[in-house]
C-alpha cells in the first residue's frame, strides 16, 4: 500500500531534524571514517555465526570472559573469582587507585575499540547517577581483567606468590587451564585493547608508557599465546589493537617491515593450486621452509617450500577467528584467508596430509589424517575468498604450468615406478652393469676382426 502525503511528510521533517541536529547517523564521511578506524573489536554477524555449528563454537569463549561482550555469562562466571584474586595479588605491589585512574584516562579510547557493538549498559547514560555507574561497571571490569591478563603472562616474575595447588596459577592451571585461557584470547570477541593492558603495565612498573613499553606488550602477548619469535621479528611493529591482531601480524609478518603485496590485476586469471598427490606425480618436491610466516612459500627448481603447519583440535578456533577478523577489520588484509585457501586447493584427502607430514610440512596432532584433511576442505574454506595476493598467484600459476608439462610426468612416474625402492634400484644397477659387460665383450670380440679386415 502506498505511503499517504501526510506520512511521508512526517518522515522527511524527522529525517531533516536529524540533519539538522548533527545526530550521528548523519556524520560526514570523516567523522564515520574515524569512529571505524577506531573500532577493532566487533560481534560476530549471525549470517557468519550461522555457517556451521563449529564455526558458532569457534566465536565463543570457554572459561573466560574478557572485556564487556561476555561479560556476565553465566557459563564463564566460576573464573570471575580468580580474577577477582589475581586483583587483589596486584594490589600487594601497587594500590588499586593508581590502575584505576590510569584506565579512567584512556575509558573512552577503549570504548571506541569495541565500536557500535557496545551495549548500552556500558555507555555513558543522561542522568548523573547512571552515567557514572556505567563508567564505574565499565572502568571495573576493564581494570579487573586487565590485571588478570598481567598476572597470566608475568607469572615468571611472581611465581612465588601463589600456591603450588592453585588451580588457575599454579602447575595444575598451566596444563589444564591455560590452554583454554590462551584459546579464549583469540576469539574475536572476546578481545581486551592492547592499550589497556599498556596502561595497567606501566603503573605496574611505574614507568611512563613509551614505544618500548608497547614491544614488551606485542612481546607478552605473543610469547604466553606460544609465539616464540626469533631475532626481531615484531620489535619495531606498533602496539596491536589486542591479542588477535598482534598474533595475526606475527604469522605475516616479515623482514623487519610490513609486507606490501600488490593486488593481482583484474583481468589476470587465477589458477587453481593442484592437489598434494597431483604435484607429487609431477616430480614436485616439498620442503620446509626455514621460518614460520605463513607466506615464506617459495616454488624453485620444482621444489616447493612451505612453512610447517601445526594442526591440533585449536587451529579450527583459530584460524576462524583470524579469517573473521580480516573480513571485518578493513585495512588487515587477507593474508591468513589467501594461506587457508592455498592450503585447501592442495589438500583434498587424507593422502595428501600424509605426504605432507612425511615431508615435516604439516605436523598433525588430530589423530587422524582424514580429520585433517576435513578442516581444510570444510571447514576452514567454507565462505571464504581468496584475496589479491600477487606472489600467492604467480606461485600457483608456475606451479600449475610445471604440473602440466609431460615431460615432468614422465620423469617422475619412472622415479616413482623404479627408484622408490631400493631393490629395484639395485637390480636396475646390476642389469645396467650387465648391459655395458656384455656390450663390452662383444667389442673386444669384433675388434681383432675389424683389424684384420682392415690389413
Not at 572459561?63 to 587483589?88: C, I, N
Not at 585449536?314 to 573473521?324: A, D, G, K
Not at 625402492?421 to 644397477?429: C, F, M, Q, T, Y
Request: hydrophobic fraction near 40%.
Amino acid at each position: 500500500m502506498p505511503m499517504d502525503a501526510s506520512s511521508s511528510s512526517s518522515w522527511v521533517v524527522d529525517m531533516e531534524e536529524i540533519a539538522m541536529a548533527g545526530d550521528e547517523a548523519s556524520r560526514p564521511a570523516e567523522t564515520e571514517g574515524a569512529r571505524w578506524a577506531a573500532q577493532s573489536i566487533y560481534r560476530v554477524p549471525e549470517w557468519i555465526r550461522g555457517l556451521s555449528s563449529s564455526h558458532a563454537a569457534a566465536y565463543r569463549p570457554q572459561v573466560v570472559s574478557l572485556g564487556p561482550l561476555h561479560h556476565g555469562d553465566p557459563r564463564l562466571a566460576p573464573m570471575e573469582e580468580h580474577k577477582r584474586r589475581a586483583l587483589r595479588h596486584l594490589q600487594l605491589r601497587r594500590p588499586l587507585e593508581g590502575f584505576v585512574a590510569a584506565v579512567e584516562e584512556v575509558a573512552e579510547q577503549l570504548r571506541a575499540a569495541y565500536g557500535p557493538d557496545l551495549g548500552d549498559e556500558w555507555r555513558r547514560g543522561d542522568d548523573g547517577d547512571e552515567k557514572k555507574k556505567k563508567e564505574e561497571r565499565f572502568v571495573e571490569v576493564m581494570v579487573t581483567d586487565g590485571c588478570f591478563l598481567l598476572e597470566l603472562m608475568m607469572m615468571g616474575n611472581h611465581r612465588g606468590d601463589y600456591l603450588a595447588n592453585d588451580p588457575v596459577f599454579g602447575v595444575h592451571g598451566r596444563v589444564y587451564v591455560w590452554p583454554f585461557i590462551q584459546s579464549d584470547m583469540l576469539v574475536l570477541e572476546n578481545q581486551l585493547p592492547l592499550l589497556l593492558l599498556q596502561r595497567l603495565l606501566a603503573v605496574l612498573l611505574d614507568i611512563p608508557p613509551t614505544v618500548e613499553l608497547d614491544r614488551i606488550i606485542n612481546h607478552l602477548v605473543l610469547r604466553f599465546l606460544g609465539r616464540n619469535l626469533q631475532d626481531d621479528v615484531v620489535d619495531y611493529v606498533p602496539l596491536g589493537h589486542h591479542p588477535l591482531d598482534i598474533y595475526h601480524t606475527s604469522l605475516v609478518y616479515a623482514k623487519g617491515a610490513y609486507e606490501v603485496r600488490k593486488s593481482q590485476p583484474e583481468h589476470s586469471m587465477c589458477e587453481i593450486m593442484p592437489t598434494v598427490m597431483e604435484m607429487h606425480e609431477a616430480g614436485i618436491k616439498f620442503k620446509r621452509s626455514k621460518t614460520d610466516n605463513l607466506f615464506d612459500i617459495h616454488f624453485k627448481r620444482g621444489v616447493l617450500s612451505m612453512p610447517e603447519v601445526i594442526v591440533d583440535d585449536s587451529t579450527e578456533c583459530v584460524y576462524l577467528n583470524l579469517m573473521l577478523f580480516e573480513r571485518l577489520h578493513v585495512g588487515t588484509g587477507t593474508l591468513v584467508t589467501s594461506y587457508v585457501i592455498f592450503m585447501d586447493n592442495m589438500i583434498d584427502s587424507a593422502k595428501d596430509v600424509s605426504l605432507l607430514g612425511s615431508k615435516g610440512v604439516l605436523r598433525n596432532l588430530l589423530g587422524s589424517d582424514e580429520a585433517a584433511a576435513k578442516l581444510f576442505t570444510g571447514t576452514l574454506s567454507r565462505g571464504a575468498v581468496l584475496g589479491p595476493s600477487r606472489e600467492l598467484h604467480n606461485l600457483q600459476r608456475n606451479v600449475k604450468a610445471h604440473c602440466r608439462r609431460q615431460l615432468n610426468r614422465w620423469r617422475a612416474n619412472f622415479v616413482h615406478t623404479h627408484c622408490s625402492n631400493p631393490w629395484v634400484i639395485a637390480s636396475l644397477i646390476a642389469a645396467f652393469l650387465l648391459l655395458a659387460a656384455g656390450l663390452m665383450q662383444t667389442v673386444y670380440t669384433i675388434l681383432p676382426f675389424y683389424g684384420k679386415g682392415m690389413h
